[in-house]
C-alpha cells in the first residue's frame, strides 16, 4: 500500500513539474475571454509555418525554464499565426485571412503589426485588452525577460524602458 501512495505521489508531482515544462498557449478568444474573467496582461506571438527565426524563438526562448515561468503565472499567452484562415473576433470586428498573392495574411496579425507585417512579432496587451506594444523580431532570453518584466503590471507606465533595463535583475 505504502508503494502505490509514494507511485502516486511521484506521478502527481511529475505532472506538476511538467506543467512548467511548455508555455500553456490559448487562441486568441480563450485569452480574451479568461482576462475579462480574471485580468492578467496578454502576450500573442505572432508567428508564420515558414518563418524560421519564429521556429528558432520557439526551440529557444520559449524552451527556457525562466520565461516559461513568468509567462506562465503573469500572461495569457497566445499563439497567432499570421497567415490562419479561421476567422476572429475581437472588440466587436471580425478579422478574416486576407488573400495575397502566394501567401495572404489574418487582418487580426496585421492590425496587431500596424500593416508591418514582420515575423516574429510579440504583442502585449494591458489588463483592459488594449494593445500595447508590439515588438517585431526574435528575442534571445536575457532580453525577452526584461520585457516580459516590463510590459507586466505597471512597470512600462510608470518607469522609462532605459531606467528600467538597467535596473532590471534577471532571475537567470
Known sequence: ????????????ISFGVKAQDKVNWLSFEQAMEMSEKEPKP??????????GWCKKM????????????????HYYPVKLNGE??????FQGKTFKYQAQGRRG???????????QLSYPSTAFFNTERQLLQNVP???EEKKFEKILAYFNKDNYKNTPWKEFEKNFKSAM
Request: glycine letters at 4%; charged letters at 20%.
Open 137 to 139: 523580431g526574435y528575442l
Open 105 to 115: 495574411y489574418h487582418q487580426l496579425a496585421a492590425a496587431i503589426m500596424k500593416g
Open 1 to 12: 500500500m505504502k508503494k502505490i501512495i509514494v507511485v502516486a505521489v511521484l506521478t502527481f
Open 58 to 73: 520557439d526551440k529557444t526562448t520559449y524552451k527556457n525554464k525562466v520565461i516559461i515561468e513568468y509567462i506562465n503565472t
Open 42 to 51: 496578454i502576450l500573442v506571438d505572432i508567428y508564420t509555418d515558414w518563418c
Open 84 to 89: 490562419a484562415k479561421d476567422d476572429i473576433t
